[in-house]
């Protein structure tokens, strides 16, 4: 039976993701109240390990988010997410946790409305397969 | 000792989360000795109750949730720093933007709030106390682009005597400006107006101007950034040149004139307008039939100043500056793939409203008479057809370019001054003319200028006779109109300039939906960007017209002249740290910092990494690159970050 409710916990950067949903709130944009965000300071700095553990403690999702690809606060820091996120991606079967659990995208400060479309789907997404 | 203040934001958390039960949740977190829940924590009187909560119950940590972090965490800084309280020892907790406004359900928000409280006392547990570093501020600001929004910048920030390199990418300063004829709504002749401070700037001793150059390369941070500057070849000296025109007389290549909107025909060497500042010619090679086919070089054995060089390159200058203003203007929406039925560009008569102005300008091709461009008889009939590429879905741009209309209506008073027999028409979806002045202009283009209103918009133009068919819809008669034209002129949407959209990214700073550059905050920080030290002026941040560009450039030079006036800035002590005891040594993290900020240092048994932290920006990357993780960035420690997934997920 589908659960009603998940948690996902949110990895966004500060730049550009956690103003795009700060956005997304400002104009009253409705999403599921499943989405804990962590704000960290670029997705550069996140851990694929802290992906894992997420799922570990008990994560039905993890979305990981920050600027676009050529945007980096930091210049290259989503270069480095992008890389690490892709091969975590690849390596979730391996240990056993649907790939579906897991989103990394990108989503600028401007982009408020696709902010709260990702939230959307991804919830539907991880209601589905949990 | 740990504080945990619930915002209630008046209703705008309250009325969705139950700060109530937030607080009593809080209540027994581990670590937290009090928790209460204010109306306003941001106004006077919620600050004071959190600065008498500090130093009452002697707290050493607080939670505050309420608004976005960044929205208010420098407030509460400084509110707990008053307090006597290391201003670091604080966190945030979002339940606003990102929870109480985007849920309906009390249930579930409060919920949702309770956790992200618990996650930010988990994280604020492990902080640890910490010293702002400084860094000191290169007294000297850059403004990207020549337009009238640049040229006040530049002006308002010399004039405080801060030294200004302003960078143009064409040959001349003036913009989009210096191509009006006239401004609304008093008329002014915009060259009038604009020239002498086109003057000023090249005669100012604080400002250093350099046209025909772009930002290439951008390092650094506020405060500090170190911008590469490409200046293009021209293939004339700046210094030698005087002027005189007689190249661009006797060049037998011709070019397009980009100036005139194409209205008139240039040569490849060139001044653009007679008022143009610096006035030096300029080459544009892929014109010139010296380097298209080998041999000419006229230019150079007519001028009398010894000013032609062919051989010139490009230099890239490596200059410091403590600020950036972004101005870089607006370009036209290119009409003619989206609106086919209005002739794709077919017809020569069907042309856009700033060409339109270069054949009203006495300074224009026809020197004031309005010619049409197929056959350069004089028009009696004119057409404006409003919200081309503007409040237009169908194509994907919705947004009001803000000047249409009332430019229409200049255009249409102008137009009757100059054809006293002419009839001008303008299809309008609304007439919007918010302006000091502007609602009255308007209806003066229809009392005394005698502009018919039509209210709908054109489906289709063709050719009958010499003349267009224009045929509309007045929505407001409900029926279908045909008039036949002898002009149509286009108000076309605005665009952002040309290469704005990688002149953002080289700056870092984000863009909207439609390209135009994002402001820090749209009603608090209308001028800054999310990259410090970097301001915006003029249309580069949305459509806005003359005196809209004017002012936002004064308050971008207002915020530059504020920083620049600092010798230091405070700079963020979130950096990365290395306990060098556990190092070995790899310099992975080296590798990846995009700041260089990771050296060598030698210890007893080799060398060990070691963080440079003026340099540090804080991203986080070492701290994951680190194979056993002994680098780590403070504020956002390994640590902290799997405190806080686990006791979100508790």
Redesign the interface.
């Known amino acids: 039976m589908p659960k009603t ?1 998940v ?1 996902i ?1 949110g990895f966004l950067c ?3 993701s ?2 795009g ?2 956005m ?3 104009a ?4 599921p ?1 499943s ?8 997705t ?4 694929p390990l ?1 992906v894992l ?2 799922f570990r ?3 039905d999702g993890v979305l990981v988010s920050g ?1 676009h690809p ?8 989503n270069y ?1 997410a992008r890389r ?1 996120m892709e091969v975590l991606e690849r390596m979730l079967p391996a240990l056993g946790i649907d790939p579906a659990r897991f989103h990394y995208t990108w989503v ?4 408020g409305a696709k902010w ?1 479309d990702v939230v959307n789907e991804f919830t539907r997404r991880v209601k589905q397969v949990i | 000792m740990l504080g945990v203040f619930v915002c209630q934001c008046g209703t705008n958390i309250a009325a969705t989360v139950s700060t109530d039960r937030v607080v009593q949740a809080a209540k027994s977190m581990l670590g937290v000795v009090h928790a209460e829940s204010i109306q306003y924590t941001c106004s006077d009187p919620g600050q004071r109750a959190i600065i008498d909560a500090i130093q009452q119950k002697g707290l050493t940590r607080v939670v505050m949730a309420g608004c ?4 208010h965490e420098t407030t509460f800084r400084r509110a707990i720093g008053r307090a006597g309280m290391n201003p670091f020892m604080l966190e945030m907790v ?1 339940i ?4 109480s ?5 009390i249930d ?2 409060t ?2 709030a309770i ?2 409280v618990r ?1 930010g006392v988990a994280r604020v547990r492990r902080q640890k106390p910490l010293q702002a570093g400084s860094s000191p501020v290169t007294r000297r600001a850059l403004v990207i682009g020549g337009g009238v929004a640049g040229i006040q910048a530049a002006l308002d920030i010399a004039d405080a005597g801060i030294p200004v390199t302003l960078v143009e990418k064409s040959s001349t300063i003036g913009g989009n400006m210096a191509r009006l004829d006239k401004t609304f709504p008093s008329l002014d002749c915009s060259s009038c107006i604009l020239t002498p401070r086109m003057v000023e700037v090249k005669q100012h001793e604080n400002i250093k101007l350099m046209v025909n150059s772009e930002v290439e390369k951008v390092r650094g941070y506020i405060g500090n950034f170190e911008i590469d500057i490409r200046k293009k070849a021209s293939c004339v000296i700046e210094e030698n040149c005087t002027g005189c025109l007689i190249c661009q007389e006797k060049c037998p290549s011709k070019a397009p004139d980009d100036f005139n909107v194409c209205a008139g025909e240039s040569k490849a060497i060139s001044i653009p307008f007679s008022q143009a500042v610096p006035l030096v010619a300029s080459l544009r090679k892929e014109y010139c039939r010296l380097f298209i086919k080998g041999k000419c070089s006229v230019c150079q054995k007519v001028c009398p100043a010894g000013a032609i060089d062919y051989e010139q390159e490009d230099i890239v200058v490596t200059e410091k500056f403590g600020a950036v203003v972004v101005a870089t203007g607006f370009g036209l929406y290119d009409w003619k793939q989206s609106y086919p039925t209005y002739g794709m560009g077919m017809y020569p008569d069907v042309i856009n409203a700033l060409k339109y102005e270069r054949l009203l300008s006495a300074s224009g091709p026809t020197g004031g008479r309005i010619e049409r461009p197929s056959d350069g008889k004089e028009p009696r009939d004119i057409v404006f057809i409003s919200c081309i590429g503007s409040r237009d879905e169908s194509v994907g741009r919705p947004q009001c370019c803000s000047i249409g209309c009332m430019y229409m209506a200049k255009q249409a008073i102008l137009t009757k001054e100059h054809i006293p027999d002419s009839q001008s028409y303008i299809f309008y979806i609304d007439v919007r003319a918010a302006g000091k002045g502007y609602d009255e202009f308007t209806r003066r283009a229809q009392t005394d200028f005698g502009a018919i209103y039509i209210r709908g918009r054109v489906g289709k133009i063709y050719p009958r006779g010499g003349k267009l068919v224009v045929m509309g819809t007045d929505t407001l008669a409900g029926d279908q109109v045909e008039i036949e034209a002898d002009l149509v002129v286009l108000a076309t949407g605005l665009t952002p300039a040309e290469g704005a959209g990688q002149l953002a ?1 080289r700056l ?1 700073i ?4 439609q390209g135009f550059m ?1 402001e820090g905050h749209p009603k608090l920080k209308p001028v800054e960007t ?2 410090g030290g970097v301001f915006l002026a003029g249309a580069c941040q949305g459509p806005k017209d003359i005196p809209a560009s004017v002012a936002q450039a004064g308050a971008a030079a207002a915020k530059v002249i504020g920083l620049l006036s600092q010798e230091e800035l405070e700079t963020s002590p ?1 950096v990365a740290e290395v306990n060098q005891l556990k190092c070995a040594g790899c310099f992975k993290c080296r590798d ?1 910092c ?1 700041y260089g900020a990771v050296e060598a240092q030698d210890a007893r048994d080799g060398q060990v990494a070691h963080v440079i932290a003026s340099l540090c ?5 070492c ?3 680190c194979p056993p993780g002994v680098i780590s ?1 403070k504020g ?1 420690t ?1 640590n902290q ?2 405190a ?3 006791e ?2 508790r």
């Open positions: 409710e948690k916990i500060n730049w550009c956690y103003a949903a700060d997304a709130g400002t009253r944009m409705k999403q109240a989405l804990r965000v962590v704000r960290l300071p670029c550069g700095r996140v851990n802290l553990k997420a403690e008990g994560a600027c050529g945007d980096c606060h930091y210049n290259e820091g480095y690490r600028s400060a401007s982009e709260a | 976005s972090p960044r929205m979002n606003r933007e990102q929870c406004w985007i849920h309906s359900d579930e928000a919920e949702k956790d992200l996650k990214r870092n984000s863009t909207d939906g994002a999310n990259t979130m990846v995009p920006q804080g991203c986080g990357l701290n994951v690159a960035l956002y390994d970050l799997i806080e997934v686990v979100v997920l």
